[in-house]
């Protein structure tokens, strides 16, 4: 019998095209996760829309009403992740920051992407900083969710070149190019149940299937 697929919820709060990245690998009968839920803070996010066109179970938990009480606000999703019988999580453009308890509650299994390489430029602008900076390389980190901004272990990454003449928009239009490949790598490594956190470092298990199509799904 194979092993059931992880029920995954992924939260947003816009387009959520790394979303999108994500169902489309869940196609695959073969991909560990399972997205039963796209749960966004805003009602008009153009993803739900995108989720509802795939049968998938949406809803919205609005922050505004909780007033900056982002304990009870962080409450409410968790109550709507247990009626779903969500097991893992996945941030994709939610534009909230989640409060201590909630992240330890989800501890190694929940994750987020980051468009830099990690642990360089938290925060945001990100591409000018590292144009202004004069990086050789930039690029995007997924990582376990940890309270302290983008601090968490580190699943996957991917570098690109910045280029003479890159400035924010270009860079940042080749860096979700690779987003959209690295984050559900790092999804189905979760759900597969192929990563351990030692520390800070995150071991990745390997296997034969891995030498022998290392295209898949998964983005070497």
């Known amino acids: ?21 994500i169902l489309e ?23 739900l829309e995108t989720a509802a066109a795939e049968g998938i179970a949406t809803a919205v938990v609005d922050h505004r ?14 109550s709507v992740l247990e009626a779903n019988g969500i097991e893992l999580v996945v941030l994709a453009g939610f534009m909230r920051i989640l409060t ?16 830099s390489l990690l642990p360089s430029f ?9 144009i202004d900076t004069g990086c050789r390389l930039a690029g995007c980190t997924v990582h376990f969710v940890r309270a302290d901004m983008d601090s968490g272990p580190i699943i996957t990454q ?6 003479d003449d890159d400035d924010e928009d270009s860079l940042s239009a080749r860096i979700l190019v690779m987003e959209h490949k690295v984050y559900p790598r790092a999804v189905a490594l979760v759900a597969g149940g192929r ?19 290392p295209s898949r799904f998964l983005f070497h």
Do not use: C
Request: glycine share 6%; proline share 6%.
């Open 1 to 21: 019998m194979s092993n059931p697929k992880m029920r995954t919820a992924i939260l947003i709060s816009g387009r959520g095209s790394n979303m999108t990245a």
């Open 25 to 47: 690998a869940a196609r695959n009968k073969d991909y560990p996760a399972e997205i039963a839920l796209v749960l966004a803070n805003n009602a008009d996010a153009k993803g």
């Open 65 to 78: 009403p909780f007033k900056g009480d982002r304990e009870a606000f962080d409450a409410e999703i968790q």
């Open 100 to 115: 201590p308890g909630f992240v330890d509650k989800w501890r190694d299994r929940m994750l987020n992407i980051h468009p």
């Open 122 to 130: 938290k925060g945001l602008h990100t591409h000018q900083r590292a």
């Open 158 to 163: 991917a570098a690109v070149p910045v280029l």
């Open 195 to 213: 990563t351990r956190v030692e520390g800070m470092r995150v071991i990745i298990a390997q296997t034969d299937e891995d030498s022998q199509s």
